[in-house]
């Protein structure tokens, strides 16, 4: 009895192994090598009607395209290869911004309470007259600095968390609305605050790479300007 099931079971391994090796096949197949061009292009040769043979420029363009072809393929695996190195190298890069400060685009400033704010107006012109205006979770105004006459390029700011009367603010996260007069309007200017890299997501939703802020959540790794620290 047990020499039976034995050879059912192996009977039935077989049949399993010749389904997998048939299907296995089958997919090789589902690829034309230069090995199967050539072996097609021969029988074509040897089938041809002897009063209509196969025309030399016809046979160059065949060649030329299954060269094409395989130009094409081993192209598109070299680019998948270097955008799969690139990433590797950003990430990297990434891993080693943890723990320090960055510039990002932002008109949102955490305070801890202890730590000044800081942060970067980047202007693409001159803007005169130029403040920032400090506001809480509730909109209501905390602070007004002056930043005066400013150039094209980044300028720098800072907060030391204190309102209009010199006294220290709850932690918490601040508005900051930066307006100044270009070419005689009133503008509201760019701005960028600084923050610490809490972590490193390698895995955003777009596929790129995303840092983890303190009190700013997440940012591309795109959006850095500068690095501190």
């Not at 010749?18 to 050539?38: C, G, I, M, V, W």
């Not at 309007?185 to 490193?200: A, H, K, Q, W």
């Not at 895995?203 to 700013?216: A, E, K, Q, S, V």
């Amino acid at each position: 009895m047990f020499e039976t099931n034995s050879s059912v079971n192996g009977t039935a391994d077989a049949i399993g192994a010749n389904s997998y090796d048939q299907q296995a096949a089958n997919n090789r197949k589902t690829e034309l090598s230069q090995e199967d061009f050539f072996a097609l292009l021969t029988t074509q040769l040897a089938q041809q009607d002897p009063f209509k043979p196969l025309d030399n420029t016809e046979f160059v363009a065949q060649m030329a395209q299954f060269s094409s072809l395989e130009s094409l393929q081993a192209m598109q695996d070299s680019f998948s290869s270097l955008a799969s190195a690139m990433t590797s190298n950003q990430a990297l890069q990434a891993s080693a911004l943890v723990g320090r400060t960055v510039l990002v685009p932002s008109n949102v400033a955490a305070f801890d309470g202890t730590s000044e704010v800081t942060g970067v107006v980047a202007l693409s012109q001159a803007a005169d007259g130029a403040k920032i205006e400090i506001m809480d979770e509730t909109g209501q105004l905390v602070r007004t600095i002056d930043l005066g006459d400013l150039e094209q390029g980044p300028n720098e700011f800072s907060w030391d968390g204190t309102d209009e009367n010199g006294s220290a603010v709850a932690p918490g996260y601040y508005q900051l609305s930066v307006t100044g007069s270009v070419y005689g309007n009133e503008t509201n200017l760019p701005t960028g605050v600084f923050s610490r890299v809490d972590s490193v997501n390698l895995g955003g939703t777009n596929g790129g790479i995303y840092l983890n802020l303190d009190g700013l959540g997440s940012v591309s790794l795109d959006d850095v300007s500068q690095i501190k620290n």
